[in-house]
């Protein structure tokens, strides 16, 4: 193809149906080049209201994935201290404690002790 007919084709774009009588229907005829302008506008625009509300959609779950991470962080934080008590307050100093002072146990004397076999087997 020569470049002068490139040229005409390319100046002739959009208006190959104003000579061209079979593209016409029902009495009505070619498209006018504002309503293609008009029709590519409005596509353009909706386009771009799509990709402006998914960024800010993504946004917005962003902002609520930092949200759920701090909250996540402090909750951890929370259960290391509460497995901080449980381990104090499960320690045999504290149940010693607890049993001597609260309620008043006493440490059994030698003579108190019983020894328990759990077979015949087995001697002292």
Same mark, same amino acid.
């Given at each position: 193809?020569?470049?002068?007919?490139?040229?005409? /084709?390319? +100046?002739?774009? &959009?208006?190959?149906?104003?000579? $061209? #009588?079979?593209? %016409?229907?029902? &009495?009505?005829?070619?498209? +006018?080049? =504002? =309503?293609? *302008?008009?029709?590519?506008?409005?596509?353009?625009? &909706?386009?771009?209201? &799509?990709?402006?509300?998914? +960024?800010? *959609?993504?946004?917005?779950?962003?902002?609520?994935? $930092?949200?759920?991470?701090? /909250?996540?962080? /402090?909750?951890?934080? @929370?259960?290391? #201290? !509460?497995?901080? @008590?449980?381990?104090?307050? #499960?320690? !045999? #100093?504290?149940?010693?404690?607890?049993? %001597? @002072?609260? !309620?008043?146990?006493?440490?059994?004397?030698?003579?108190?002790?019983?020894?328990?076999?759990?077979?015949?087997?087995?001697?002292?």
């Amino acid at each position: 193809m020569m470049v002068a007919e490139r040229k005409k /084709q390319v +100046h002739n774009w &959009g208006n190959e149906y104003q000579n $061209n #009588s079979t593209y %016409t229907q029902k &009495g009505r005829g070619p498209i +006018h080049p =504002f =309503f293609k *302008n008009a029709l590519l506008i409005m596509i353009m625009v &909706g386009i771009s209201v &799509g990709v402006v509300y998914r +960024h800010a *959609n993504l946004v917005a779950m962003s902002r609520e994935v $930092n949200s759920l991470a701090v /909250q996540k962080n /402090q909750l951890a934080d @929370e259960k290391n #201290s !509460l497995q901080v @008590e449980v381990a104090k307050a #499960s320690s !045999l #100093s504290r149940v010693e404690t607890v049993a %001597t @002072e609260e !309620l008043g146990l006493v440490e059994p004397r030698p003579e108190e002790y019983k020894v328990v076999r759990t077979s015949p087997e087995q001697s002292d």
